[in-house]
């Protein structure tokens, strides 16, 4: 079992910054692939980016354009998200997912799911 909490949303203008943690509790962290979705009102939970278990590899959404940077400390047993030049639209409820990895897009992927950490984007 692999419980998840996300930390680090909150509000911030345009252009801002936040970085996103997910802090895993349980066994074999460092055996899962980590992900994180998003999902705004309204709209379906889409996927933002994701991470091998080794960390050696990292996927991205097309529409992150570099402003979005994925990364896991193993010995910390979390993942972070690095979001920069933030825009209104990326307002959303973000989520963090822990799965087996060799696929990494889609929420099937994933077996387990953070609360989510509120994200607001002002203009």
């Known amino acids: 079992q692999v419980q998840l909490v996300e930390s680090g949303g909150g509000l911030v203008q345009a252009g801002g910054s936040l970085r996103l943690s997910c802090a895993a509790s349980?066994?074999?962290?460092?055996?899962?692939?980590m992900g994180w979705f998003r999902q705004a009102p309204g709209k379906e939970r889409e996927f933002v980016a994701a991470i091998s278990w080794s960390g050696g590899s990292t996927y991205y959404a097309d529409w992150v354009k570099g402003r979005f940077t994925i990364s896991r400390d193993n010995a910390k047993k979390t993942v972070y998200l690095q979001m920069n030049s933030l825009k209104p639209e990326d307002t959303a409820v973000y989520y963090c997912a822990a799965g087996r990895g060799g696929s990494y897009y889609y929420l099937y992927d994933y077996d387990y799911w953070g609360q989510g950490t509120q994200v607001t984007v002002s203009s």
């Open positions: 349980g066994r074999t962290f460092s055996s899962y692939a």
